[in-house]
Structures are given as C-alpha cells and as structure tokens.
C-alpha cells in the first residue's frame, strides 16, 4: 500500500493506494471519529462490494443506503434519500458518511455529507478508475440541476480517500479508457515525463496490471493533490485541471448526457484543445500527433459527432460555468506538459478547430 498526502493544514487527508484495502478496519477507524456510519453505495457496486466494506465496520452503528445508478439519479431528490436514512436513524454530527461507487456516488455523498447537520465526516472509496483518480480528490461536491450538470454543490473534502485497485476488475472497458481520460489529462497539463511513461505503459493500464494501475492512480492522484493543495477553491490553477473540459462538456450536453461517458467527451475535448493549440503555434505538429495517437491507445474516440456544428459548438461552449465576462476561456497546452489559462486566443482560430473537427466527422 502507498499513502499520499492533500496538503490543506488542519484539513490535510491521506489517499491510500493499494490492493485488497477494502476489509481493513486499520485503514478506516482512524478517521471515523464517532460511533455512527452511513455507507452509501448503488445497486450495481453494493452487490460487488458492500459486505466487504460492512466486514471492517463491526465496530460502529452502521445503516446503509442503496441509490438507484446512473447520472441521471444526481439529484436533490436522491440527495434527499440520504437526509431521510440520517434521520431516521437519528444520526448526529459526529456520524460518518462513507461514500462507496463511482463519481456519481461520491459527489451526491459528499454534497450530504456537507449538508447535513451543517456538515459531517466523509469518507470515499471511489470504485471506477475516474474516481481513484479524479473525482474522489479535491472536495467538489454536488447534484445536477434540470438546467445544468453539477450546478448545485460544495466544497467539503474528505477525511479519507480509500482506493482499492482490486475493484477496478469489475469495471467495464468502456469505463477503463473513460478513466483513462482523465489520466492522460495530468500528463498534457503538467508532466511531460508522465505523458512518455503513458506512451510506453498504455496497453499494460488496458490490460489491467496492478503494478501500471497502481503508478499510474498515485501519479494522477499526487498531481491533483498538488494542485488542489496549492488552489483549493479553483483561483487560479487548479482551473487548468478542466482541460478538455469546455469542449467535452458541449458534446455532452449537446449528445444528451449519458450518451457519451465524460471521459470519452473530456478524450476528443482535449484533442480539440491540442488543435487549437497548435494553431496557435504552440504545441507543435508532432505533439499534437502524439496526443492522437495516446488517447487512441487508450481506446478513446478522436472525433465529434457528426451533428455537432460549430455553432452548436459555440452555443454550449458559451453556457459552460468557465465562461467569465462572455469569453470563452479555455486551457491550451504550450507543450506536452505546460498547459495555460487563456482568454486571448484568436476566436477564428477557435472556428477553424471546430470546422476542421466537423469536417473529419464525416
Ligand atoms: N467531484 C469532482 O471533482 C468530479 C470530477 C470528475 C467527475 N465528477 C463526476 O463524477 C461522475 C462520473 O463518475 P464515474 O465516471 O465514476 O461514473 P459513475 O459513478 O456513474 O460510474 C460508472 C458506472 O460504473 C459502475 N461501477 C462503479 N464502480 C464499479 C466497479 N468497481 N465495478 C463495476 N461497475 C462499477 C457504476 O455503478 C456506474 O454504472 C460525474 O457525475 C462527474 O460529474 C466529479
Ligand atoms: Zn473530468
């Protein structure tokens, strides 16, 4: 097992990184500080993963919620079946919210657990790869809103991030390479070295080897730690993290949520943000080929749907939380391992990237 550190002072937690973790009292109790816990979890991984988690809480008074699984169950509504176990059970401000699922899980948890009784403990032991090494990490918490994806949250970090790769067995492949996503995204925005090691390392992570996964999860985990720990509340850099992000977001909203995963949305996005880059004549012809060719060993797809015109393009672009003062901003990469914030990129080179995507689609 490997420990990291998120550096927030008084609110500074452990990642721990390992195989098999998920029975191990050890790992738990240090960070349940009352005798009451609430293991949320859904109806696809409770089955999985459940009784093992319960077999290291003999300990405490434990009640479980079982959520309905899917994006769409993001709501307040679902939020609500979680107030309703609290108090029905009469839980009190020292109980402990575990979170036990995907993103999905983890963020309607988190939101709970920073709600009730004006915030409780939480724990997560994210179980997809995009989890272990995204969204688990860093405290944003939160619902989606009929009119907009994730536009009702919180920030409220963890006591505790528990991951255990065993589980990513279970994982479809579709899933994997949406996680895989999110791990190419460290390496394009700040670690050259990482990004070559992804290149070598690729079809070792599709294969599942529990030493690749392991380096690859504490690699991604250490970066956004790191950019968490310096920007906690998204200031400054930790807005690079959202690479991709303002392009992936338009194809899923404009597809439907849930037709494309966000991994494989965030996958082409950044390609679209390399190529804008590029054009911008800062990431160069050859990098932006190595950016193709990466997410394509990762399995995920390169090009738009063919519906998506430019001017849908810019129509969703221009509704994602990042816009400030109606410019779009976007993060481009200098290079393969230094991305920027940017707000002064020429718009019609912006037009030419979208274009040169619709006509590939077709
Ligand atoms: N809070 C953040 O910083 C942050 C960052 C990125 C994404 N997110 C959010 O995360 C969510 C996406 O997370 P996700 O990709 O994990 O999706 P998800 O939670 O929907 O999980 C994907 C699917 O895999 C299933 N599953 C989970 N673990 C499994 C396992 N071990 N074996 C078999 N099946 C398993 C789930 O039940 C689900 O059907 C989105 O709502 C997104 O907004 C949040
Ligand atoms: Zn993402």
Redesign the pocket.
Same mark, same amino acid.
């Given at each position: 097992m490997n420990t990291l550190t998120v550096n927030l002072n008084e609110r500074s937690y452990p990642i721990h990184i390992g195989q098999d973790l998920l029975g191990d009292p050890a790992l738990l109790s240090p960070h349940i500080h009352g005798t009451q816990v609430l293991v949320v979890s859904?109806?696809? $991984?409770a089955p999985?993963?459940l009784e093992q988690t319960l077999a290291a809480l003999t300990d405490y008074q434990c009640a479980t919620v079982v959520l309905p699984?899917?994006?769409k169950y993001?709501t307040l509504e679902t939020v609500n079946l979680i107030f309703d176990a609290l108090l029905q059970h009469r839980f009190d401000r020292q109980c402990t919210l575990i979170a036990l699922?995907?993103?999905? $899980?983890?963020?309607i948890t988190?939101f709970a657990a920073a709600s009730y009784q004006r915030g409780v403990n939480f724990i997560q032991i994210?179980?997809?790869?995009?989890?272990q090494v995204?969204?688990?990490?860093?405290?944003?918490?939160?619902v989606?809103h009929p009119l907009g994806?994730?536009m009702i949250g919180a920030f409220h970090q963890p006591q505790c991030v528990l991951i255990d790769i065993h589980?990513?067995?279970?994982?479809?492949d579709k899933?994997l390479s949406?996680?895989l996503a999110?791990v190419i995204k460290y390496g394009l925005i700040q670690d050259q070295e990482f990004f070559v090691w992804l290149e070598a390392n690729m079809h070792k992570l599709l294969q599942r080897d529990p030493v690749a996964l392991s380096y690859a999860i504490e690699h991604s985990c250490q970066c956004k730690a790191s950019i968490v720990a310096a920007d906690e509340k998204e200031a400054g850099q930790r807005a690079l993290l959202n690479l991709g992000h303002t392009f992936g977001h338009a194809i899923e909203a404009g597809m439907g949520y849930g037709t494309w995963?966000?991994?494989e949305a965030i996958g082409t996005g950044m390609l679209m943000a390399a190529d804008l880059s590029h054009r911008q004549h800062r990431l160069s012809q050859s990098e932006l080929e190595r950016t193709q060719a990466l997410l394509e060993a990762a399995r995920l797809p390169t090009k738009i749907p063919t519906e998506m015109y430019s001017e849908r393009f810019l129509e969703l672009m221009a509704v994602d939380k990042k816009v400030q003062a109606g410019v779009i901003r976007l993060v481009l990469l200098d290079h393969i391992g230094a991305s920027y914030v940017s707000d002064d990129y020429d718009p019609q080179l912006l037009r030419d990237t979208l274009d040169a995507f619709h006509h590939a689609a077709h």
């Open positions: 859904n109806e696809t $991984v999985l993963y699984d899917g994006e993001k699922g995907g993103g999905v $899980v983890g963020d988190g994210p179980t997809t790869l995009l989890a995204d969204s688990s990490v860093g405290g944003k918490t939160g989606n994806k994730n589980t990513l067995n279970t994982l479809d899933q949406a996680g999110e995963l966000h991994g």
